[in-house]
């Protein structure tokens, strides 16, 4: 048994005295006070050298430490976490790829932030793994949204961010002054003649890609489907559907900007510019097998048109235009479909329920009608 935790110091001092008392029965001294005969004899050594100071604890560090991380190592490992805000696997790695020597595992690296406060085990609770799923090559999927604005000195800042679900690699990290599509329509034109044209793109419910269940559709959702990009939109209130977008909003919030005040949305594009090549370009991702994300992605084959195509649909297709109001009519009945679409050709299609036809604009299903039911559904 250890000694009681109240007055050690007195209980030991205690016990040396009585058992240096002529006829002292040290071994059942040390019964009674609950120690072995080994840590009594040690005692009393101890006492019989130093006296009443010898008995205070000493310290178990070793004398030497020839495993010990290097002090530069250290220097380093405190830098990039000041920087970078990244934690021990990602710094490993990162030191690795900077050349240095030595480099000590992600084990010794966190216990060296933990040391020096860098880390609050409170927070690290909060960031269990989870079961993740991504798309099998770049460009398959992209996924886009809005961070929460910010105050800045002319205003507020709305980052628009795009990344590749695949490999997590940022197209697309804008400084936009509002969330109106046409703002968004204009970066992501940018974004396409540089890196191409993805497959698919997901987006929340919200302005400017949708409002609501009932309207999902938008003028700038309709530019991009007539790009020959498939729209999907997350179901209301399931944000971790774009799980990826929302952690990169994560990391945006730690490392920029929450450490800085931003005069004006270029002094945002600025900092924004430099933490991109850092993402794409240094930062090593865990989901990633500590690959960055410019090591999985690579640029689309599919290029952007400067004029967009025109819109052609089968033989056996009834065409139909939807009108101002947003809806149609077939076979004497009218069916809303979408004010994003009036003026536009459409196509119906019929299903295997012989009352149902799908309503296809360009490649995309919007809506299917049912002739029992003056009503569309998205």
């Given at each position: 048994?250890?000694?009681?935790?109240?007055?050690t110091?007195?209980?030991r001092?205690?016990?040396v005295?009585?058992?240096?008392?002529?006829?002292?029965?040290v071994?059942?001294?040390?019964?009674?006070?609950?120690?072995?005969?080994?840590?009594?004899?040690?005692?009393?050594?101890?006492?019989?050298?130093?006296g009443p100071?010898?008995?205070?604890?000493?310290?178990r560090?070793?004398?030497?430490?020839?495993?010990?991380?290097?002090?530069?190592?250290?220097?380093?490992?405190?830098?990039?976490?000041?920087?970078?805000?990244w934690?021990?696997r990602?710094?490993?790695?990162?030191?690795?790829?900077?050349g240095h020597?030595?480099?000590?595992?992600?084990?010794t690296?966190?216990?060296?932030?933990k040391?020096?406060?860098l880390?609050?085990?409170?927070?690290?609770?909060?960031h269990q793994?989870l079961r993740?799923?991504e798309?099998a090559?770049?460009?398959?999927?992209?996924?886009?949204?809005?961070?929460?604005?910010?105050?800045?000195?002319t205003?507020?800042?709305?980052?628009l961010t795009v990344?590749?679900?695949?490999?997590?690699?940022?197209?697309?990290?804008?400084?936009?002054g509002?969330?109106?599509?046409?703002?968004v329509?204009?970066?992501?034109?940018?974004?396409?003649?540089?890196?191409?044209l993805?497959?698919?793109?997901l987006?929340?419910?919200g302005?400017?890609?949708?409002?609501?269940?009932e309207?999902?559709?938008?003028p700038?959702?309709?530019?991009?489907?007539?790009?020959?990009?498939?729209?999907?939109?997350?179901?209301p209130?399931?944000?971790?559907?774009q799980g990826?977008?929302?952690?990169?909003?994560?990391?945006l919030e730690?490392?920029v900007i929450?450490r800085q005040?931003f005069?004006?949305?270029?002094?945002c594009?600025r900092?924004?510019?430099r933490?991109?090549?850092?993402y794409?370009?240094?930062?090593p991702?865990?989901?990633?097998?500590?690959?960055?994300?410019?090591?999985?992605?690579?640029?689309?084959?599919r290029?952007?048109?400067e004029h967009?195509?025109?819109?052609?649909?089968?033989?056996?297709?009834?065409?139909?235009?939807?009108?101002?109001?947003?809806a149609?009519?077939?076979?004497g009945?009218w069916?809303?479909?979408?004010?994003?679409?009036?003026?536009?050709p459409?196509?119906?299609?019929?299903?295997?329920?012989l009352?149902?036809?799908?309503v296809f604009f360009?490649?995309q299903?919007?809506a299917?009608i049912?002739?029992?039911?003056?009503?569309?559904?998205?």
């Amino acid at each position: 048994m250890p000694w009681a935790e109240v007055s050690t110091m007195s209980l030991r001092h205690e016990f040396v005295l009585l058992s240096l008392k002529a006829g002292a029965n040290v071994a059942e001294l040390c019964r009674r006070f609950g120690v072995s005969r080994k840590t009594g004899y040690k005692w009393r050594e101890r006492f019989l050298h130093g006296g009443p100071s010898a008995l205070e604890d000493r310290s178990r560090r070793p004398r030497r430490s020839p495993k010990r991380t290097p002090a530069p190592v250290r220097t380093a490992v405190i830098e990039l976490r000041r920087r970078r805000r990244w934690g021990g696997r990602k710094i490993h790695h990162r030191l690795h790829a900077l050349g240095h020597r030595h480099v000590p595992a992600p084990s010794t690296i966190s216990g060296i932030l933990k040391r020096h406060g860098l880390i609050d085990p409170s927070e690290s609770l909060k960031h269990q793994p989870l079961r993740r799923f991504e798309r099998a090559q770049p460009n398959e999927l992209w996924q886009m949204d809005f961070k929460g604005h910010f105050a800045i000195g002319t205003g507020r800042c709305h980052p628009l961010t795009v990344l590749d679900d695949h490999s997590r690699y940022s197209m697309a990290l804008r400084a936009c002054g509002n969330e109106r599509g046409i703002t968004v329509q204009q970066a992501l034109t940018a974004t396409f003649r540089c890196y191409g044209l993805p497959e698919q793109m997901l987006m929340d419910n919200g302005s400017p890609w949708g409002s609501d269940a009932e309207h999902v559709l938008t003028p700038l959702t309709v530019w991009l489907i007539r790009l020959g990009i498939r729209v999907a939109h997350i179901r209301p209130f399931h944000p971790q559907t774009q799980g990826k977008d929302e952690r990169f909003h994560r990391s945006l919030e730690v490392e920029v900007i929450q450490r800085q005040c931003f005069r004006n949305l270029s002094h945002c594009q600025r900092h924004f510019d430099r933490w991109r090549d850092i993402y794409n370009l240094e930062r090593p991702h865990e989901s990633l097998q500590m690959q960055v994300p410019a090591q999985r992605y690579r640029p689309s084959t599919r290029a952007f048109p400067e004029h967009l195509p025109a819109i052609e649909y089968g033989l056996g297709d009834q065409v139909r235009q939807v009108q101002d109001h947003g809806a149609l009519s077939f076979k004497g009945r009218w069916f809303r479909i979408s004010k994003a679409l009036r003026g536009y050709p459409v196509a119906l299609r019929p299903t295997t329920e012989l009352s149902q036809w799908q309503v296809f604009f360009c490649n995309q299903c919007v809506a299917t009608i049912d002739l029992r039911h003056p009503r569309a559904r998205s």
